[in-house]
């Protein structure tokens, strides 16, 4: 049986497929971009870390991406990790008549909770059981696509949008009435697809950092075995402000020191390495875990009768974090020029399908 291909969405044909345009993009690619009653997924991420060591994550969600259904099933989550490693998560789930989401521009409510801006400005509500996140967020690069912004899977596709590659946020968290002042640097990205993800994709290495003067953000995505396994790299660098982008046609991405993670199962690559050759210069960009501070199998964190039917279809998902060094190296002509170091990274390996091996 031939294989499926898998690739970038980088020809003239998918910039008009996703009806964008090189190098530009506009608010309307961060609005709400499926329709309801099609089988499919979206949602809006944000994170952010603060001044006071804090992190917070949120999420605003259309579908559940790993059952793809015709109506909407929306939540909203939100998570603080408090500089002791300890994470406290909030979930709001509610009815289809509760969600709404404009197409001009990011406006998602989900009940009380919303997301809303314009590339440049962002504000963000969540509240749950006695806390409360009003932020906003405020852009400090240009919004950033990489191609056409998506990968292709056959004739399916995961697309993503990094709407926000670097921010500063400010705002308020409160808890049982207890409000305290917060500032930080933070980023939003947009995702949606047609397809189940654990069906594209078997793995995908994904991590974002500010390294001294530079912000980069990285993907590597690995294909299903239906698409023979395919690598599929991204990387955005920022150098002083100007972006510079690579993909599978200026990029090598190299891993070494693998192991087993004993709690998950799961191959993981302790070292990273992306060479992104760009018009002036080439930089490369290594990760080098120093622990894992998050692992679990999917299966775990699920009940009833999703965790059921998980078992029975053989799902063997996993997510991990790690925290280590980050390093970018700048080259001109063969020559090191510059160099920085984030000792405190943080990145994730997202792993929807059984080892390659099995």
Same mark, same amino acid.
């Given at each position: 049986?031939?294989?499926?291909?898998? +690739?970038?969405?980088?020809?003239?044909?998918?910039?008009? =497929?996703?009806?964008?345009?090189?190098?530009? %993009?506009?608010?309307?690619?961060?609005?709400?971009?499926?329709?309801?009653?099609?089988?499919? #997924?979206?949602?809006?991420?944000?994170?952010?870390?603060?001044?006071?060591? =804090?992190?917070?994550?949120?999420?605003?969600?259309?579908?559940?991406?790993?059952?793809?259904?015709?109506?909407?099933?929306?939540?909203?989550?939100?998570?603080?990790?408090?500089?002791?490693?300890?994470?406290?998560?909030?979930?709001?789930?509610?009815?289809?008549?509760? #969600?709404?989401? +404009?197409?001009?521009?990011?406006?998602?409510?989900?009940?009380?909770?919303?997301?809303?801006?314009?590339?440049?400005?962002?504000?963000?509500?969540?509240? @749950?059981?006695?806390?409360?996140?009003?932020?906003?967020?405020?852009?400090?690069? !240009?919004?950033? =696509?990489?191609?056409?912004?998506?990968?292709?899977?056959?004739?399916?596709?995961?697309?993503?949008?990094?709407?926000?590659?670097?921010?500063?946020?400010?705002?308020?968290?409160?808890?049982?009435?207890?409000? !305290?002042?917060?500032?930080?640097?933070?980023?939003?990205?947009?995702?949606?697809?047609?397809?189940?993800? %654990?069906?594209?994709?078997?793995?995908?290495?994904?991590? +974002?950092?500010?390294?001294?003067?530079?912000?980069?953000?990285?993907?590597?995505?690995?294909?299903?075995?239906?698409?023979?396994?395919?690598?599929?790299?991204?990387?955005?660098?920022?150098?002083?402000?100007?972006?510079?982008?690579?993909?599978? !046609?200026?990029?090598?991405?190299?891993?070494?020191?693998? #192991?087993?993670?004993?709690?998950?199962?799961?191959?993981?690559?302790?070292?990273? @390495?992306?060479?992104?050759?760009?018009?002036?210069?080439?930089?490369?960009?290594?990760?080098?875990?120093? &622990?894992?501070?998050?692992?679990?199998?999917?299966?775990?964190?699920?009940?009833?009768?999703?965790?059921?039917?998980?078992?029975? !279809?053989?799902?063997?998902?996993?997510?991990? =974090?790690?925290?280590?060094?980050? @390093?970018?190296? @700048?080259?001109?002509?063969? &020559? %090191?020029?510059?160099?920085?170091?984030?000792?405190?990274?943080?990145?994730?390996?997202?792993?929807?399908?059984?080892?390659?091996?099995?």
């Amino acid at each position: 049986m031939a294989k499926m291909i898998a +690739r970038a969405a980088n020809k003239p044909e998918d910039y008009a =497929r996703f009806n964008v345009t090189p190098n530009t %993009i506009l608010p309307r690619e961060d609005g709400m971009l499926t329709k309801a009653d099609e089988k499919n #997924f979206e949602w809006w991420y944000f994170d952010a870390n603060l001044t006071d060591g =804090r992190n917070v994550v949120a999420t605003f969600m259309t579908k559940d991406p790993f059952n793809l259904s015709t109506e909407l099933n929306p939540w909203v989550s939100f998570e603080v990790t408090d500089t002791d490693g300890k994470t406290t998560s909030y979930r709001e789930d509610v009815t289809a008549q509760e #969600f709404s989401a +404009r197409t001009d521009y990011c406006d998602v409510h989900i009940g009380k909770n919303y997301l809303t801006g314009d590339l440049k400005t962002y504000t963000l509500h969540f509240e @749950k059981d006695g806390f409360a996140a009003d932020l906003t967020i405020k852009n400090t690069l !240009s919004s950033w =696509r990489p191609a056409a912004g998506a990968n292709l899977f056959g004739d399916k596709q995961f697309s993503w949008l990094p709407a926000v590659p670097a921010a500063d946020v400010t705002g308020t968290l409160t808890t049982n009435d207890q409000t !305290s002042d917060i500032t930080g640097k933070g980023y939003h990205d947009h995702n949606w697809g047609d397809e189940l993800m %654990i069906k594209m994709m078997h793995h995908w290495y994904w991590g +974002r950092a500010d390294v001294g003067n530079y912000k980069v953000i990285s993907t590597e995505t690995t294909a299903e075995k239906a698409y023979n396994y395919s690598k599929l790299p991204v990387m955005m660098i920022a150098d002083h402000g100007e972006i510079i982008s690579g993909d599978d !046609s200026n990029m090598v991405v190299e891993d070494s020191d693998v #192991f087993v993670d004993e709690n998950t199962k799961k191959p993981v690559q302790k070292n990273l @390495k992306y060479t992104v050759k760009g018009e002036k210069n080439t930089y490369v960009v290594t990760y080098n875990m120093d &622990k894992i501070i998050s692992g679990f199998k999917m299966i775990d964190e699920m009940t009833g009768i999703k965790k059921l039917l998980a078992k029975l !279809s053989g799902f063997d998902g996993a997510y991990l =974090r790690f925290t280590g060094t980050i @390093k970018v190296t @700048k080259y001109a002509d063969n &020559k %090191i020029v510059d160099e920085a170091v984030n000792p405190d990274g943080i990145w994730e390996l997202m792993y929807f399908g059984k080892t390659i091996n099995e």
